[in-house]
């Protein structure tokens, strides 16, 4: 038995060969392929519900932004925090010169809406007196804004709502958290994929030698396409803590770059959601912002009447009560819908003070093994069964087409040494 297999291994030597590397092919392309659907398509391609694919992870943004929001908030982060770093007197220098040109904007436009008349026919000196009046004041109003903000935050911004919110409406941005974090182990799944199916496929080569069996290759094909994957996951996240054989200390990929992974996803939260402007908009316009305007509202109220001092009888009795307390609240609401962009001067310095970057990472690198492994690990949970099927389902499609072709190829009639002679002589005639 032993020598006809080993006749028929010399006599088919490159089609036996040929099968590691196939197997090695297909380990490497089942992984790739099951990491791309995890990614990609961003929206549902194909005839819904069922006919077509959409990523894993951009078809549950919602959960997987709650998911990376639970790594950031509220064990490494808070909201009192953020705002705490927050120098009041510092951002009203940072954001003066904005918000003198936004004052002297508004109130511009909310004279023209409500009395143009009157406004055109006061002397520019009047004009500039009303304006510089209001200036003089903005300042202060910024200073009383941040220093209420900052005592009561709690109460006027969501930084959980902020995070979730900012993920799921980006689903490139809530796959790039995640393919930035486990950037080394994805190019690890694909390239354990060719090595742990090159050992399947000698595997293969060696039963193939003995027994061929039509099932055999398509049932080798499945298993590589399976296992390649299985294998590849629980290396990235086992042992959580280092296990020492020998000279060799094992432990999970994933684990073992805990330093570096925690330095790259911090600046990536940084630089991506928490940052100033983000904190900003949320703030105007997140689930308090009915609270948040109310606050600014007074501060800039107060001021309005503060100025009208003694002529605030007059103004309302030449205009009304109404259409005065309507002009108030036109200047609050322009306010409001253009602090954000009126703001932005502030980023630089709001970024180095909150240090979120740092802060982020110091913290997550110091975070137990099974913490830290769910800042990772719930990409690949989510529906993991259906890319470790897709997996064993190509695997077996290629069995099926390695069964194909060397039936196929068994079926050609071996050409015997004394027909090869032949030939070679009838060459030389030429």
Request: proline share 5%; net charge negative; hydrophobic share 45%.
């Amino acid at each position: 038995m032993f020598e006809a297999a080993w006749s028929d291994f010399q006599a088919n030597m490159w089609l036996y060969l040929s099968m590691p590397i196939t197997s090695g092919l297909v380990g490497y392309v089942t992984n790739v392929v099951a990491i791309k659907m995890m990614f990609h398509p961003l929206e549902f391609f194909g005839k819904p519900p069922f006919l077509g694919w959409q990523g894993i992870v951009p078809r549950k943004a919602g959960k997987m932004a709650t998911i990376a929001c639970n790594t950031i908030v509220p064990q490494l982060v808070s909201e009192q925090e953020i705002f705490e770093r927050l120098d009041p007197k510092q951002v009203t220098e940072e954001i003066s010169g904005p918000i003198l040109e936004l004052v002297d904007q508004i109130v511009e436009e909310v004279m023209y809406e409500y009395e143009p008349a009157l406004w055109e026919t006061l002397p520019v000196t009047a004009k500039n007196l009303i304006i510089k009046r209001v200036k003089d004041d903005a300042p202060e109003v910024v200073e009383a804004v941040m220093a209420s903000l900052r005592d009561n935050v709690t109460e006027m911004f969501d930084l959980t709502d902020m995070v979730v919110t900012t993920l799921a409406r980006d689903k490139q941005l809530i796959n790039k958290i995640f393919q930035e974090t486990g950037r080394r182990e994805f190019q690890f799944i694909g390239h354990s994929g060719f090595y742990f199916g090159f050992i399947f496929g000698v595997i293969q080569m060696v039963a193939w030698t003995f027994y061929k069996g039509d099932y055999q290759l398509p049932l080798f094909g499945l298993a590589v396409g399976y296992l390649t994957n299985f294998i590849a996951l629980k290396l990235i996240f086992r042992p959580q803590t280092p296990i020492k054989i020998g000279g060799l200390r094992i432990q999970g990929l994933f684990h073992k770059r805990q330093p570096e992974v925690s330095r790259d996803y911090a600046k990536l939260i940084a630089d991506e959601i928490v940052t100033p402007s983000n904190i900003i908009e949320a703030v105007l316009k997140g689930p308090y912002a009915d609270r948040v305007f109310h606050m600014i509202a007074k501060h800039v109220k107060r001021v309005i009447d503060a100025q009208s001092g003694m002529a605030k009888p007059f103004v309302a009795w030449t205009i009304g009560t109404k259409r005065y307390i309507d002009m108030k609240n036109l200047a609050v609401e322009r306010i409001v819908e253009k602090l954000p962009d009126t703001v932005r001067s502030v980023d630089a310095y709001a970024t180095e003070a909150m240090d979120i970057a740092n802060t982020l990472s110091g913290r997550l690198s110091d975070l137990p093994p099974d913490e830290f492994e769910e800042m990772l690990r719930p990409a690949f949970e989510e529906d993991e069964w259906i890319l470790i099927a897709v997996g064993a389902a190509l695997g077996f499609c290629v069995g099926i087409g390695q069964l194909i072709a060397f039936k196929a190829l068994a079926s050609v009639p071996a050409i015997s040494s004394e027909a090869v002679q032949q030939m070679l002589s009838l060459t030389t005639l030429f």
